[in-house]
């Protein structure tokens, strides 16, 4: 079955075409999850808390633009719904997001030298982050929103999202330097 006839089947709410479309689209929205969530186990309970979303809000798909993109929208914005009831409990923004508000980095110029690192290796790196800089990370990286944006998003203000890269970015540079410095020196000590 392509695309177009499972979600015309998912919207009758058929069972056999609902357990296709998740098979066909959960590694991709995993992979998703994955970068929203520190744990593996949180990741499983959010694509299956998106998948359930999809099947309550297919009716609403209307062909227009990419299925996969309308599924990524879903996840993502569940993603950033949980991050702001995590907000709410622990005000991680508030304690530690406007330390840097001066912060005048602009971005993406020097991200990262990541071409002898595994991509599962990088991820797990993102997914070590803290919650706010993980987020803003994704929503700068992956999901290239501009730091107004996710500013407007996160319900901070845009130098807050700045500072959040900005940290994220030093971690990963140091992280992935400390790989790069042994990976380096057990090079050299086999020549």
């Known amino acids: 079955m392509d695309d177009s006839q499972l979600i015309i089947a998912c919207k009758k709410q058929d069972g056999n075409a609902q357990k296709a479309l998740y098979e066909r689209y959960a590694p991709v929205m995993m992979t998703v999850c994955l970068r929203y969530c520190r744990e593996e186990a949180a990741a499983h309970d959010l694509l299956h808390d998106g998948f359930i979303r999809v099947f309550t809000q297919i009716a609403s798909y209307e062909g227009k633009g990419s299925f996969e993109g309308w599924l990524r929208r879903i996840f993502v914005n569940l993603a950033l719904e949980n991050f702001r009831k995590e907000k709410q ?8 997001g406007y330390m840097m508000d001066n912060q005048t980095n602009e971005d993406a ?10 991509r599962e290796k990088l991820l797990e790196m993102i997914r070590e982050l803290p919650p706010g800089y ?4 994704n929503l700068f990286i992956f999901e290239e ?4 944006e996710i500013a407007q998003r996160l319900g901070i203000k845009e130098a807050a999202s700045r500072s959040q890269f900005f940290r994220a970015k030093t971690i990963l540079k140091n992280k992935i330097g400390a790989i790069l410095q042994l990976n ?3 090079y050299n000590e086999h020549r």
């Open 109 to 118: 110029d020097d991200i990262l030298d990541i071409e002898d690192i595994s």
């Open 184 to 186: 380096n020196g057990r």
């Open 89 to 96: 409990k622990n005000r991680f923004l508030e304690e530690y």
């Open 134 to 137: 993980r987020t803003v990370f």
């Open 145 to 148: 929103m501009s730091h107004k």
